[in-house]
């Protein structure tokens, strides 16, 4: 069976101040980009060139992350505005507002990941819960955004962010004077009819638009008749709000004069059949825009991207094949026409011109499977990796991709062992047609030829003879994660993390003999000085285990506290402990062990168990873009599943990425 890991993602802690929009080097004042008081800090490590100290991503790419420049990576882009040539963006779980210049470069705006919170004021004193909808003002480009159930403001002159209406701390749904006026806690999305000084709040929570009337100090119901009103798009001309009504499968217009709803394309039934609007069948769409005042173009969660022709009254597919787009659209105009701007799912921003999408910024496809370059190279859970004999490369379990990939330590470069995508059965034989369903742990024997294998979809530990390039089945074992090899003794020690068992397996003869059980979900088994340590990854401990008796002890941790601190064992608290790896270094035994919910690399010297963190930090969370080289000072680890000791290096497997730290 494929087992589910337990991981918990921490958010990023990096001081951070907080700036409003300020101008490109060049540009003028008047022209969309106001200069103001505080210059713009770039989030996320500092590159580096050393040869030493530092984390370089070997190979794959990431999504999720917190870095400002040219390969920009977010946590949850929750909407988009314009702002002259510039963009704004509001990064949900990294707690900030973002701005991309005309250059594709981010820098971050106001917020400081992980100090959450509803605070007013300018520049670094301000605190963002989770901004998610947003518009851009076009009479002075201040900035109006939706922070869990408020309605929030940034005026880039002087920096400064004002609630606005609403009670950050209490959702509800209430009309009334902008102080009493409650909002459900997610705003989806904004529009602002500047005319009128009107804003509209897609208050998904409460089923509602809302119309926030700041001039007139009045918040009322335009209709409460949409379920879960997503992305909208407004035509001030006509008074007409397009609204992605998306749990209703519809597109329709409201009028914001009345609030009657006109359902404009799809019959109501999920589906992604393209045809004319009313026999059209849309999947739960989300992103929404308008383009040159006669298409709407939108997504969905079927990953597909489809235009409306509102003269024509079609729907027509233009993309098929993304990662889904689900944040708002926000709509460029520019001398050649209007462009939409749009993010993925993955945090890639793009713009499309109703004929072309172009990436902007943000990651490539870092979910995949692609053997080559390290930059090109894409991975699907990397779960676990062993050092190869010559130390000049690894073998990594591509889980979701059912494969072993081979990635070289010096350029990253990725090639296929065995399996693939699509040979996800169990099959023995060569590896030209061996199948593989979900590798798991790995161990390789002392001559580097004979490499043990959880085949974790298949309930079965797998033998490949890496010289005669052949695979066998050794033992059935029920839900195998992690393996740790007892040469000596001709033992295989396999982690089982549904049952929660240890269980030992005689390679003479395959027998398999249960060593305990009632552990809670473990991941991780070593074999340390003759001793065999566990993780339990929801018992937020490493255990010795007695192979004999079955006895199971904690040494490390405390049984059910998740924490992320280090030091000797009176102290020390994990969070989601998952591989281990044992090694010796200066004649010591020691275990490195990777923490999922911790973002960290913990040494443990086995002799007094003390601990300390090698790479990671429990206040940074993030991934980096493919081919990152950075000070190790600072660096974020993201989902860390599996370390390994190469010479003085230390090779990490986890979250889509290779990544090699040099101490």
Not at 419 to 444: I, M
Not at 456 to 468: E, P, T, Y
């Amino acid at each position: 069976m494929r087992n589910a890991l337990t991981v918990v993602v921490m958010p990023l802690v990096v001081v951070l101040v907080g700036c409003p929009l300020v101008p490109a080097e060049g540009a003028g004042e008047g022209e969309g980009e106001v200069a103001g008081p505080c210059a713009p800090r770039t989030l996320g490590p500092a590159p580096s060139s050393a040869e030493r100290g530092v984390l370089i991503v070997l190979a794959g790419d990431s999504a999720t992350g917190f870095v400002d420049g040219s390969s920009a990576r977010f946590n949850g882009v929750g909407g988009i505005g314009v702002s002259g040539a510039e963009l704004v963006i509001s990064d949900i779980f990294n707690g900030t507002l973002r701005k991309i210049d005309e250059n594709n470069v981010s820098t971050t705006l106001v917020g400081v990941p992980l100090d959450v919170g509803a605070v007013d004021g300018a520049c670094d004193e301000v605190r963002l819960g989770g901004p998610r909808g947003l518009v851009v003002d076009p009479r002075d480009q201040t900035v109006w955004f939706g922070d869990g159930p408020c309605l929030r403001h940034l005026d880039p002159v002087t920096g400064q962010t004002t609630t606005v209406s609403g009670d950050c701390d209490s959702p509800g749904d209430k009309g009334g004077k902008l102080a009493a006026a409650r909002f459900g806690f997610l705003f989806h999305d904004l529009e602002i009819d500047a005319d009128r000084g009107l804003i509209y709040v897609a208050d998904r929570i409460n089923n509602s638009i809302r119309v926030v009337d700041v001039d007139g100090d009045n918040v009322f119901t335009l209709t409460n008749a949409l379920d879960g009103p997503g992305s909208m798009a407004l035509d001030a001309a006509s008074g007409t709000l397009y609204v992605a009504a998306t749990f209703d499968n519809v597109l329709v217009t409201v009028d914001t004069t009345s609030g009657f709803i006109d359902t404009i394309a799809g019959t109501g039934n999920a589906g992604s059949d393209d045809g004319s609007a009313a026999s059209a069948t849309l999947d739960a769409p989300q992103g929404l825009a308008l383009l040159n005042q006669s298409t709407l173009v939108f997504g969905g969660f079927d990953g597909r991207l489809r235009v409306l022709d509102l003269l024509a009254a079609t729907v027509t597919t233009v993309v098929t094949d993304s990662p889904g787009f689900f944040a708002p659209f926000a709509t460029r105009s520019g001398a050649a026409g209007d462009v939409v701007v749009m993010a993925d799912n993955q945090g890639a921003l793009f713009e499309f011109d109703g004929a072309e999408l172009r990436r902007l910024t943000g990651p490539q496809r870092p979910v995949g499977y692609v053997d080559g370059a390290g930059i090109d190279a894409r991975f699907a859970l990397p779960a676990s990796i062993v050092s190869e004999l010559s130390g000049t490369s690894v073998l990594v379990s591509d889980s979701i991709n059912h494969a072993i990939r081979r990635v070289d330590l010096v350029d990253g470069a990725t090639s296929t062992l065995i399996g693939g995508p699509e040979r996800d059965g169990d099959v023995d034989g060569a590896f030209a047609v061996a199948e593989l369903d979900f590798p798991a742990g790995l161990a390789l024997d002392a001559a580097g030829t004979t490499l043990y294998v959880a085949a974790n979809g298949a309930d079965s530990i797998k033998k490949l003879d890496l010289v005669a390039g052949t695979m066998a089945t050794v033992a059935a074992v029920d839900d195998p994660w992690e393996v740790a090899l007892d040469e000596e003794n001709g033992l295989l020690y396999v982690i089982s993390s549904t049952p929660g068992t240890l269980s030992e397996i005689d390679l003479d003869d395959g027998s398999v003999r249960l060593v305990c059980s009632g552990l809670l979900f473990p991941i991780g088994v070593a074999i340390v000085g003759g001793d065999v340590f566990v993780s339990e990854n929801e018992n937020q401990t490493i255990d010795r285990v007695d192979v004999v008796t079955g006895a199971v002890s904690v040494v490390l941790g405390t049984a059910g506290f998740q924490g992320s601190i280090d030091g000797d064992a009176t102290v020390a608290l994990l969070s989601f402990p998952s591989s281990l790896h044992a090694a010796v270094e200066g004649g010591l035994d020691v275990l490195y062990v990777a923490e999922t919910g911790g973002q960290v690399i913990r040494r443990v010297d086995v002799a007094d168990l003390s601990s300390r963190f090698v790479v990671g930090d429990p206040l940074l969370s993030g991934a980096l873009p493919a081919g990152s080289r950075v000070s190790l000072e600072g660096a974020p680890i993201l989902n860390p599943q599996d370390v390994v000791v190469v010479g003085t290096d230390l090779v990490i497997a986890g979250d889509t990425t290779v990544q090699i730290v040099k101490p």
